[in-house]
């Protein structure tokens, strides 16, 4: 044949099976100019700090003795190895993009439930998104730099408290996937066994049917029995699996409503109480039920002292030693000792407590409850 | 979430009502199982054996529960009279007279005698009620060794149970006399639910108020021709005043009347024994006549005066009866009690050996005594006692 015949070409382009990246036999580093012809293993690797992609042996030869500069013509960047790594998306564009969002979310992270109006939600959104725009666009980079530092400082407590929440989130919400996995499995496990049960059953039943016929009982009687066997068997084991699916069904309503799926909001608006003013006495109100206290008593020693220098001078009112007088009157008159004593004297013999209190030498000191 | 409180719950927070209030029976109670408490003590330092005490197995020659409280009473008006000798004001001696009274409920004269206890007290009460005189002005016109005075005073404040507020009449009787004059003049403070019919309606029915039994201790009595006119009715009060501070000051103090009454209702008991009417009618501008407390309410005043009334001075003992008694205490009182100064002068040094502690004391001065001898030399102190 003739030597001329085109041997068939390769596939110009195909998919990695282990990373399923779209490998072509054109791609070529940039900087050693080594093509995948020549060996098949050539993997790309690219920096975040400016994007230019080489092969993995560029990777090691150049950066493995420390931080050095970006060797393609024009970035003289410096680049350090531990920072390359595997393209995630065709378009570099998008790779910067989603690396941009992802470093302007880490720190914007508040929720729709932080916010009391959705005018303030959707500002904040709005401050967010122009951040994020003039970042991967190159607009105004010293102004939003210092604008998202500014931020950073501001509510760096927040941030972390809601990163918290978020990784908090995440587990939770996993968690509560395996369990609901876990339940689907030993339920269908269960249902297996019902059905091998129910096999088993059907299978005994004929067998005890036919060992009855062998040994000779009347062939109808044995024949009702065994399927009034059969059916009270299937009765009870029906009654079971409704038992089953109605618990089922009550934990299911209950696990709902525990709030795997809860759709939460704007937070609600709480205005905050205004402050009591402050009461010295804390909620005491000396109440005078036995006599209302007059403005003036004729009594000579209240006369007196009302008019006296000494007494008055230093703001000191009267009135309050007839206010003072006056409960010290009636204080204890509605108290009947011999009725309030007696009755505590049973409460703690019921309690089983000795309320005596006896001295120093005749006894030993017992304390009242 | 306000919380009132009216007079009758103030007083339930007083340690006079949570601690020192009994009904008559709990009273009796506890002097019962303390004279008991004695006695068996009595039996460890005069052994039955031994001693001429007992007889049949029973405590002869020891005071009996009676004497010992006739003892006690001779000494309460005791302090009453030391108060007045030395003129303090009256809180004093009632508070004096109450601290007693306390003590006595939970120690026995078998243990302490009151001769040895009441000078203590009246010393702490003239403290508590702030009018203090310094123990050596005390001591010396007590004719007493101020020791003798401060020893037993811890032995109090332990059976007092350290509370020392002793609630008294004297200041709501004159609450009582100020609102009394008012309701003379014509003027009232009106109290809710209860029906007056006004000031002036009041003030006719003062005027024309019963006369006092007979039996009343006040002095007044009506006059013989005229109406009476308000001024009448004044001086109608004020020796009603009188005559029940002077029942305050003697019967309330030496029975019972604090341990089983407060102390408004002993005033007004008081009061009532000076001059029923009158305490009756101001009954009637202060109780709702429908309220189930005013029943309870005046026959507790009823029974407080009975109390009072039934006390006499012959109840006393006289002194001739007091010093048999206390010969006769001579002879069985615990003898571990004996020396008060001294168990005082160890306790207050902590206990260990008296001999040791004095050395260690005199070492310390001497020591101190050079250092200060050293400072005040003109070169400094020496240094390594050298040069």
């Known amino acids: 044949m003739s030597r001329i015949a085109a041997p068939k070409a390769a596939p110009v382009s195909k998919r990695d099976p282990r990373t399923g990246v779209v490998q072509s036999q054109d791609d070529v580093c940039p900087v050693c100019k080594s093509a995948r012809y020549m060996n098949p293993s050539l993997r790309f690797l690219v920096n975040p700090e400016c994007y230019h992609k080489m092969c993995e042996s560029c990777v090691d030869r150049i950066f493995s003795h420390g931080p050095a500069a970006c060797p393609i013509k024009g970035c003289g960047r410096t680049l350090r190895k531990h920072r390359f790594r595997e393209q995630t998306f065709e378009d570099i564009k998008v790779e910067r993009e989603v690396d941009i969002r992802k470093k302007v979310g880490a720190t914007f992270n508040r929720r729709e439930e932080d916010f009391e109006t959705l005018l303030a939600f959707n500002d904040y959104l709005n401050d967010v998104e122009d951040i994020t725009f003039n970042l991967i666009n190159g607009i105004d980079l010293e102004e939003t730099n210092k604008k998202f530092e500014a931020y950073t400082r501001a509510h760096g407590k927040e941030i972390e408290e809601n990163a918290q929440m978020a990784v908090q989130e995440r587990q939770s919400f996993s968690a509560a996937q395996k369990l609901e996995r876990q339940q689907a499995r030993e339920r269908r496990e269960a249902a297996r066994r019902e059905e091998e049960e129910e096999k088993r059953e059907v299978e005994e039943n004929r067998r005890d049917v036919l060992n009855r016929l062998a040994s000779g009982a009347d062939a109808e009687t044995v024949a009702k029995e065994g399927q009034r066997v059969q059916l009270k068997k299937r009765m009870d084991r029906q009654a079971a699996t409704e038992r089953q699916r109605q618990l089922q069904a009550a934990e299911d309503t209950q696990s709902e409503r525990n709030g795997r799926f809860i759709i939460k909001g704007l937070r609600t608006k709480q205005k905050p109480e205004p402050e009591a003013p402050v009461d010295p006495f804390g909620g005491l109100r000396l109440v005078d039920s036995y006599f209302t206290l007059q403005d003036d008593y004729i009594w000579e020693g209240i006369q007196e002292a009302s008019k006296d220098i000494k007494q008055t001078a230093g703001g000191y009112d009267v009135r309050d030693y007839a206010h003072r007088s006056l409960v010290a009157a009636f204080s204890g008159l509605g108290v009947f000792v011999a009725d309030e004593m007696t009755q505590r004297g049973q409460l703690a013999q019921n309690d089983c407590a000795v309320s005596e209190s006896v001295g120093f030498k005749d006894a030993e000191m017992i304390s009242a409850s | 979430m306000t919380q009132h409180l009216n007079e009758d719950d103030l007083y339930r927070t007083s ?205 007044w009595s009506a006059k013989a021709a005229g109406k009476i006119e308000s001024k009448d009715v004044m001086d109608r009060i004020n020796a009603a005043y009188s005559a029940a501070r002077t029942i305050l000051d003697g019967p309330a103090l030496l029975t019972d009347a604090y341990f089983l009454f407060t102390p408004s209702q002993i005033l007004l008991a008081a009061l009532h024994l000076a001059d029923e009417p009158l305490t009756s009618f101001y009954l009637r501008t202060k109780l709702p006549l429908d309220s189930d407390l005013r029943p309870k309410i005046l026959t507790t005043i009823a029974a407080c005066a009975e109390l009072l009334a039934s006390f006499s001075g012959s109840h006393i003992l006289s002194k001739d009866e007091r010093a048999a008694l206390e010969q006769k205490l001579e002879g069985c009182r615990d003898p571990s009690t004996r020396d008060l100064v001294g168990s005082h002068a160890v306790a207050k040094r902590g206990g260990d050996g008296g001999e040791e502690a004095e050395e260690k004391a005199r070492k310390k001065k001497a020591a101190r005594e050079k250092h200060l001898k050293e400072g005040d030399d003109l070169f400094g102190p020496s240094l390594n006692g050298k040069g």
């Not at chain 2, 006695?39 to 005071?63: E, F, N």
């Not at chain 2, 009473?73 to 302090?79: G, M, P």
């Not at chain 2, 101020?146 to 149970?161: F, I, S, T, W």
Request: aromatic share 8%; glycine share 4%; hydrophobic share 40%.
């Open chain 2, 15 to 219: 340690s006079q009502y949570r601690l020192w209030s009994f009904s008559p029976e709990s009273l009796a109670t506890l002097r019962r199982k303390t004279h008991e408490l004695a006695i068996t003590r009595a039996s460890q330092y005069a052994p039955k054996s031994k001693s001429s005490l007992w007889q049949d197995g029973t405590a002869v020659d020891c005071l009996n529960a009676e004497e010992c409280l006739r003892l006690v009473q001779r000494y309460l008006d005791q302090v009453r009279t030391t108060s007045d000798h030395f003129k303090w004001p009256v809180p004093v001696k009632a508070t004096a007279a109450q601290y007693l009274a306390r003590f006595y409920l939970s120690n026995s004269p078998l243990t302490y005698p009151p001769k040895e206890i009441y000078k203590t007290v009246l010393f702490l009460a003239c403290k508590t009620e702030a009018t203090h005189m310094t123990l050596s002005e005390y001591a010396r016109r007590i004719s007493t060794p101020a020791d003798e005075v401060l020893a037993p005073e811890y032995k109090v404040m332990q059976a007092l149970r350290f509370t020392l507020d002793v609630r008294q009449p004297y200041r709501g009787l004159k609450g009582v006399l100020m609102e009394l004059l008012n309701l003379a003049e014509g003027r009232v403070g009106e109290v809710e639910c209860v029906e007056t019919g006004g000031a002036k309606a009041l003030q006719a029915e003062m005027l024309a108020l019963e006369v006092p039994a007979r039996t009343a201790q006040t002095m």
